[in-house]
């Protein structure tokens, strides 16, 4: 009787760990899932993607290029998470940077926090390296226009079901003058049935 009990707890055991064991299955990387309604990696491509074609394609470009005889120099800002969720803002500013470089229409500037690593970089290369492959200081590329701009949402809920409404608007500033040369904005809407996820 016991070796009877003690083969149903090991068979048992075995049914157990075997139902909790891991599982993974390897996706395209540009394949659209939304498990849960909250803001994810498709909504930030397309709305980056859509977006700076937008941008793109207003009277702005054609402007400054026919003013000053070359391609503007960008830089991307702030962007603001003012939604109820956590959005990693820093993947939705590499997709709007990818977007802006390929495009070949603007040339693009480092961010703060880049230029800064290249600076000390630039710094010891004066100390350390040949007259020959040093990197002299004050010759940085200016941005003419800087892009800065903000995801909100409302969400509206009844029971477990949800709509949860996203609007991202971003705004291209002159950096000679503060004007304003071009708003966007993207709206995204959706209907989340039997939610278990907080407002």
């Given amino acids: 009787m016991k070796i009877h009990t003690s083969l149903l707890l090991v068979v ?40 700076i074609e937008d941008s793109l394609s207003r009277a702005w470009i054609s402007k400054f290029v026919s003013s000053e005889g070359k391609d503007p120099a960008v830089i991307v ?10 959005i990693n803002t820093n993947t939705f500013v590499a997709n709007m940077e990818r977007e802006l470089i390929n495009s070949g229409e603007v040339q693009f500037v480092a961010s703060a926090s880049s230029r800064q690593e290249i600076r000390d970089e630039r710094a010891d290369q004066d100390l350390n390296a040949s007259e020959a492959t040093r990197k002299e200081a004050g010759q940085e590329y200016g941005a003419d226009f800087m892009m800065q701009g903000q995801i909100n949402t ?8 949800q709509v949860r409404f996203y609007q991202v608007n971003l705004e291209l500033i002159s950096l000679k003058d503060n004007r304003k040369v071009w708003i966007g904005e993207k709206k995204i809407k959706k209907l989340i049935s039997n939610s278990k996820i907080r407002p």
Avoid at 17 to 44: F, H, K, M, P
């Fill in 12 to 51: 048992m055991s075995s049914v157990m760990l075997a139902a909790c064991s891991t599982s993974v299955e390897r996706l395209d990387a540009g394949e659209q899932i939304d498990l849960s309604g909250a803001w994810n990696d498709t909504d930030s491509q397309l709305v980056a993607e859509e977006m």
């Fill in 154 to 161: 409302i969400v509206d809920v009844d029971g477990t079901t």
């Fill in 77 to 86: 800002g702030t962007i603001k998470n003012l939604s109820h969720e956590h």
